[in-house]
């Protein structure tokens, strides 16, 4: 069982709850500050249960917290999970379409920044792994601001395949390489894929030959490249700009 803390997470899995119908809960609270008392009443009125419980109990079930907490499944059960079949079918005639791949992004941190980005540029679908990427709920939940339960995302067994099929959908799959041609000069209107590689790591060989090219971010710093959260951001602003 996991365990959400963060002000701000709480809150908007709570409204995600209400408006998709996801079960969260109960609301565990030990300390009736004026912040949580605002989230107590928008539990109610969201029908999530609120049980009280001693403070020493709350730190032993959820040690960072701050006199709050909410219990939640796993995080990408109970998010605005996708399968990506109904995804693709879902799109219809659209023209734009933004999906992110994400390969072995095993920092909650980075996964949870990635999402926030996801969440302020429009991503239409984050694709990751089963079981292979980071599963930090309360992590990725703070550091998301809570948008994890917002963001559409797909757990597939096979990348490669996932990538095959955004292909036969009409996307065009761009990976994240530092020797790769500077983003703004690749023409990223229509169907587009971006792919992420893990930290250290990068982007696999199998899925690095999938994608029709690769994008880098022209930079002059001094150490080797950018944190892969940040270039997510710039990468997604930059598709967003070119669509506008």
């Not at 796993?74 to 933004?98: E, K, M, T, W």
């Not at 694709?127 to 995302?153: E, F, L, M, Y």
């Not at 395949?161 to 790769?180: E, H, I, N, T, V």
Request: aromatic share 6%.
């Amino acid at each position: 069982m996991n365990y959400i803390t963060g002000f701000h997470s709480i809150e908007e899995r709570i409204k995600a709850s209400k408006s998709s119908g996801l079960a969260c809960g109960p609301l565990l609270v030990a300390k009736a500050n004026p912040r949580a008392r605002e989230i107590v009443t928008l539990a109610v009125d969201s029908k999530v249960r609120v049980d009280r419980i001693g403070v020493f109990e709350l730190d032993r079930l959820a040690p960072d917290n701050r006199g709050i907490a909410l219990q939640v499944e796993d995080i990408v059960q109970n998010n605005a999970n996708l399968s990506l079949d109904d995804f693709l079918n879902g799109l219809g005639d659209r023209a734009d379409a933004l999906a992110l791949i994400l390969d072995e992004i095993t920092d909650p941190h980075n996964y949870g920044a990635i999402l926030r980005s996801c969440d302020q540029f429009g991503v239409d679908l984050v694709i990751s792994r089963n079981r292979r990427n980071a599963k930090h709920a309360d992590v990725i939940s703070k550091t998301s601001a809570g948008t994890v339960s917002w963001v559409p995302q797909a757990e597939v067994p096979n990348l490669v395949r996932a990538a095959d099929q955004l292909k036969d959908a009409g996307f065009w799959l761009y990976g994240a390489d530092m020797q790769g041609e500077p983003v703004y000069e690749k023409d990223l209107r229509g169907r587009i894929a971006l792919v992420l590689g893990g930290e250290g790591s990068g982007i696999s060989r199998l899925l690095k030959e999938c994608c029709d090219g690769l994008i880098g971010i022209p930079s002059v710093g001094k150490i080797d490249s950018l944190n892969v959260s940040v270039a997510a951001g710039v990468l997604l602003y930059e598709v967003r700009r070119q669509w506008s």
